[in-house]
């Protein structure tokens, strides 16, 4: 029996060694989520959008986050953490109200979201750069630009 709980206490340090959350997994979990949520609104847009610029605006964010997540994998893989394959609470509630829209409503819905989105995205990773994580502050500045592009390119959409 002392055995058993022996096991039992080291196969639980394991389980909370691995579940405790650090700002630089919250920060990977977050952007993968983000990116996510970024290539399945992509597609939609790709797929509902009623004006060419919208589709490829979404077909643009599909690619890029596409690309983003595989290089945010990259480093979570080595620090052990679970990638989450579920989108951003904020976007769960925007694919709802997008799927339900079309034409000039859905394109003026989903660039006012984009917006917003951007804007919470820019201020997110410049504070990881200013975190200083060695793990990732050079991906967070290479992130920056392609996040700004995305946010001039929503503006411009939804004026």
């Known amino acids: ?11 639980g340090l394991g389980l909370a060694t691995a579940a405790v959350a650090t700002p630089t997994t919250d920060f990977l979990s977050d952007a993968i989520k983000g990116d996510n949520s970024e290539i399945k609104l992509g597609a939609m ?14 077909k643009m964010l599909n690619a890029d986050h596409t690309a983003h997540k595989a290089k945010l994998v ?28 079309s034409g000039n409503s859905f394109d003026k819905e989903f660039a006012s979201h984009m917006v917003k989105d951007h804007n919470d995205d820019i201020t997110s990773y410049e504070k990881e750069i200013a975190r200083n994580d060695p793990a990732t502050v050079k991906l967070a500045k290479a992130t920056l630009p392609t996040l700004r592009k995305h946010l001039q390119t929503a503006q411009k959409l939804s004026s």
Request: net charge positive.
């Open 1 to 11: 029996m002392r055995r058993l709980n022996t096991v039992l206490t080291i196969a």
């Open 74 to 101: 990259a480093i979570a893989q080595p620090l052990k953490m679970s990638i989450p394959d579920g989108m951003t609470a904020g976007a769960d509630v925007e694919y709802l109200k997008l799927k339900v829209l």
């Open 45 to 58: 847009a790709e797929e509902k959008g009623g004006t060419a610029a919208i589709k490829a605006y979404g």
